[in-house]
C-alpha cells in the first residue's frame, strides 16, 4: 500500500501509541471482569400461547367453535408461520409460531398484534367460554428451582411456607418472575342432602342461585358527609367454610340454614390440574426467573445468600433441595470456555517464542493479548457477553489473529537481516503486506456473514460467532501495522546477522517439490481440481448436525399416555419408572416430576411441552456426561420393556433454538 504509511505515522507518534495502547490494556481487563457470564446466547422465541376454557363443552365443541376460529383469524397474520393446538374437554391451547425470519424486534409488536385480533372476534364466541388468556413471555427462563416437601404437614400449610418465600425472593435485586409448580389448589364441596331437599320442598338449582345472589358483589351507595365521601359496603360474600355453614338463605319464601340441607367441607380440586415430585416424594416447587440484561453471576450469590436466610426461619419438617441452578452451571461453563482460551493462548505464545526466537516472539506475545483487550472491549460495547458461542468464536479466531502479527515481525526480522534499520523495517511492513494480511481478514470474515445476515432463531443463536471473529480478526490487523511496529523497534535489536546455513533435509525437499509443482503446472492445476472433486464428494459422507446435543448432564423424559388416560394414571406409571430406574441408581443425583404439564423453562434451549392429563415429564439430573450416557439407553431399553402402550422418549438438552423430537410431521 502506497502513500500514507500507518506504521511510520505510529513511530513518529509513539507516546501517543504507547498511551493507546496501555488506555486498550486497561480498558479490556475492566472489560473482561465486567462482561455478562451466560450459558448460552440469548434469542427470541417466538412462540406465544393462547388458552381458552369452556366449561363442560366436549372435544369437538371446543375444537369448532373455540379453536377454529382463533386458528382462522390467525391466519390474517403476516409473519405466522404455523399454529399448533392442544384442545381437550372444555379447553384449547394454541401455539401460536412466527416466520424463523421474524425479526426479534418486531416479535412484540407482533404479539400485540395477535391479541388484537383474537379480542376482535370473541364476542362470536358462545356464552360460557372464558378467556382468552395470552402468554407473550412463553421465552421466560428459570434458571433456579427449589423444590419444598413436608413431613408432617398439610400441602396447605406447605403451600403457605412456599408462598412467603416467594414474597422475600421477590425482593431480591434483579428478580424476575417468581411462580409456583404443583401447588394444588383448594375449594370448598357442598354436599346435598336429596332427602332433606325433598322432605323442605327445594331443588338444588335453587339453592346455588341463592347462594350466588348472597356472594355477589354489587354497589350499595355513597354517603356524603361534609367535604367527605364514605363508600358504603354491604358485607355478604364468604371467605370460608364457616361463613358457608352460618348463612340463611331464602328459597321459595323460606328460609333455613345451608348446613341443614348440605354437608360443607374444605378440600383439594379433584383431580388436580397438575403435580410436582422431587426424588420420589410429593413436593411443590419455587421457579425463580431473573430480570432481563441483569449479571446472572451476581444475582445467584444474592439469591443464594436469601434462601440461606429463608431456611433459617421455615420449621422443621419442610425440608428445602435445589432441582435447577443455573449461575452454577453457567460459571462452571464459562470458566471451562475461558481455561480453554487461555490455554490455546499458551499454545500460539509457546510456537511463536520457538519459530520466531525469544525477542520477535516477544512481540508476538505482547500483540495477543492486547488484541485480546481491544476485542474484549468492543465486545462490552456492543453488549455481548461471554457465553458458548462468543469464546468458541475467540478460540476459532486465534489462530488466525496470531498470523498477522506473526508475519508483521518475520518481515521486519528478515528485513533487519538484510541490513535495513529499525524503522526502515518495521515501515517496509505496511507497504508489503498491510494490503494482502487486509485482504485475506475480510475474506475469511466474508466467510461467517451468511451467520450474520440469518434472521432465523439459529441466526441468531450463533450471530455473536460472525460478530466476535470480524472484530477480533479487524482488531489483529490494526495491532499488526500500528502497534506491532512500535513493539518491533522497541524489543528487537537494531541489527542482525543475515544466516548463510545450507537448507536442511526438510527444506530441501519442499523446494524440490515447490519447483516441480511450477515446472509442470498443468499437472498441479489438474491434481488440485481432481482433489476438489474428491472432498467434494467424500463430504457428503460426513454425518451433519448443525447443533450438536449438550453437554450439561440432564435428561428428559417425556411421558405420552393414551389421550383418554387421567392424571391419576400419568401419575401411578412415572411413579413406577421412578421406583425402578431412578430410586437408588448411582448414576443419578436427582430427578424430579412434573406431572399433568411440562417442565418449566430452566434453561432458554429447552422446549417446553403443554399440559395435559396425559402428559408427564421426568427430569434427571446424572452425575456426569459419561453417566448421562450410560443412563439413557438403560432407560430407553425399561420404557421399552415394561411400559407398553406408553409413548416415552428419553433426549437429552439440545444446543440452540428447540426443535423436540428428531423426525416431525405437519399435516
Given amino acids: 500500500m502506497k502513500g500514507f504509511n500507518l506504521s511510520d ?28 457470564r451466560e450459558e448460552d446466547p440469548a434469542f427470541t422465541i417466538k412462540t406465544m400461547v393462547i388458552q381458552a ?37 372444555g379447553k384449547t391451547v394454541i401455539f401460536v409460531n412466527l416466520k424463523p425470519t421474524t425479526r426479534a424486534r418486531d416479535v412484540v409488536p407482533t404479539w400485540l398484534q395477535v391479541r388484537n385480533m383474537v379480542n376482535d372476534i370473541w364476542a362470536q364466541f358462545p356464552q360460557g367460554v372464558q378467556g382468552p388468556f395470552f402468554n407473550d413471555r412463553f421465552g421466560d427462563v428459570y434458571g433456579n428451582i427449589y423444590a419444598f416437601t413436608a413431613d408432617g404437614l398439610t400441602p396447605r400449610q406447605l403451600r403457605d411456607y412456599v408462598e412467603d418465600v416467594r414474597t422475600k425472593i421477590l425482593a431480591v435485586p434483579n428478580a424476575g418472575k417468581v411462580d409456583l409448580v404443583g401447588a394444588r389448589d383448594e375449594a370448598i364441596y357442598l354436599e346435598f342432602s336429596t332427602r332433606q331437599i ?11 342461585a341463592s347462594l350466588q345472589a348472597q356472594n355477589a358483589i354489587t354497589p350499595s351507595g355513597v354517603i356524603q358527609s361534609g367535604p367527605e365521601r364514605i363508600s358504603v359496603r354491604v358485607s355478604g360474600q364468604f371467605t370460608s367454610e364457616e361463613s358457608l355453614r352460618a348463612i340463611n338463605l331464602r328459597v321459595n319464601d323460606r328460609f333455613f340454614r345451608l348446613s341443614d340441607v348440605a354437608t360443607i367441607s374444605r378440600g383439594y380440586v379433584d383431580p388436580p390440574t397438575a403435580l410436582f415430585r422431587f426424588n420420589g416424594q410429593d413436593a411443590i416447587g419455587l421457579a425463580i426467573g431473573m430480570k432481563p440484561n441483569a449479571n446472572l453471576l451476581e444475582f445467584g450469590e444474592a439469591l443464594h445468600e436469601e434462601m440461606n436466610k429463608v431456611l433459617a426461619d421455615l420449621p422443621i419438617g419442610v425440608g428445602v433441595h435445589l432441582v435447577a441452578d443455573q449461575p452454577v452451571i453457567v460459571e462452571e461453563a464459562v470458566s471451562g470456555f475461558t481455561r480453554a482460551l487461555f490455554e490455546a493462548v499458551a499454545i500460539v505464545l509457546a510456537v511463536s517464542f520457538i519459530s520466531l526466537g525469544m525477542r520477535a516472539g516477544f512481540v508476538v506475545a505482547l500483540s495477543i493479548p492486547l488484541v485480546l483487550a481491544i476485542t474484549f472491549t468492543v465486545m462490552a460495547y456492543l453488549g455481548i457477553s461471554l457465553q458458548r458461542i462468543s469464546l468458541g468464536a475467540l478460540i476459532i479466531s486465534l489462530g488466525l ?45 466474508a466467510g461467517f456473514i451468511p451467520i450474520g445476515l440469518n434472521n432465523s432463531a439459529a441466526g441468531e443463536y450463533t450471530f455473536t460467532l460472525f460478530v466476535v471473529i470480524a472484530v477480533s480478526l479487524l482488531v489483529s490487523w490494526i495491532v499488526a501495522v500500528l502497534f506491532a511496529p512500535l513493539l518491533g523497534v522497541t524489543i528487537l535489536p537494531a541489527t542482525m546477522k543475515q544466516h548463510h546455513e545450507k537448507p536442511g533435509r526438510f527444506t530441501a525437499l519442499f523446494r524440490r517439490i515447490l519447483v516441480g509443482s511450477v515446472r509442470h503446472h498443468w499437472l498441479t492445476i489438474i491434481a488440485t481440481v481432481l482433489l476438489f472433486g474428491a472432498s467434494l464428494a467424500g463430504f457428503g459422507l460426513v454425518q451433519q448436525q448443525f447443533f450438536p446435543p449438550s453437554d450439561r448432564p440432564e ?15 400419568t401419575r401411578d406409571q412415572m411413579e413406577r419408572f421412578e421406583q425402578r430406574a431412578l430410586v437408588g441408581n448411582s448414576d443419578v443425583d436427582r430427578f424430579s416430576s412434573y406431572i399433568g404439564q411440562g417442565a418449566v423453562r430452566f434453561v432458554l434451549t ?36 415394561e411400559f407398553v402402550g406408553t409413548d416415552a422418549f428419553v433426549k437429552p438438552l439440545e444446543l440452540g433454538p428447540p426443535v423436540g423430537r428428531p423426525v416431525q410431521y405437519r399435516v
Avoid: C
Fill in 198 to 208: 325433598a322432605a323442605l320442598g327445594l331443588n338444588q338449582q335453587a339453592i346455588v
Fill in 555 to 569: 435428561l428428559i423424559v417425556d411421558w405420552n399416555l393414551p389421550q383418554n388416560s387421567s392424571i391419576a394414571e
Fill in 401 to 445: 489473529l496470531v498470523d498477522d502479527a506473526m508475519i508483521a515481525v518475520e518481515m521486519m526480522v528478515a528485513r533487519l537481516e538484510v541490513g535495513d534499520n529499525l524503522r526502515k523495517a518495521a515501515t517496509y511492513v505496511y507497504t508489503s503486506t498491510a494490503f494482502p494480511m487486509l485482504t485475506g481478514t475480510l475474506v475469511t470474515v
Fill in 9 to 36: 505515522w505510529a513511530l513518529s507518534h509513539r507516546s501517543l501509541v504507547w498511551y493507546f495502547m496501555l488506555v486498550f490494556v486497561v480498558a479490556g481487563v475492566f472489560a473482561y471482569l465486567n462482561l455478562g
Fill in 606 to 641: 429447552y422446549d417446553v411441552q403443554p399440559g395435559n392429563p396425559y402428559f408427564g415429564q421426568t427430569v434427571i439430573v446424572t452425575k456426569s456426561i459419561e453417566a448421562r450416557n450410560r443412563v439413557k439407553p438403560a432407560l430407553e431399553k425399561l420404557l421399552r420393556d
Fill in 53 to 89: 376454557n369452556w366449561p363442560g363443552a366436549s372435544v369437538n365443541e371446543t375444537v369448532r367453535q373455540v379453536t377454529d376460529r382463533i386458528e382462522k383469524k390467525l391466519e390474517e397474520l403476516d409473519s405466522l408461520d404455523y399454529t399448533k393446538s392442544v384442545t381437550s374437554a
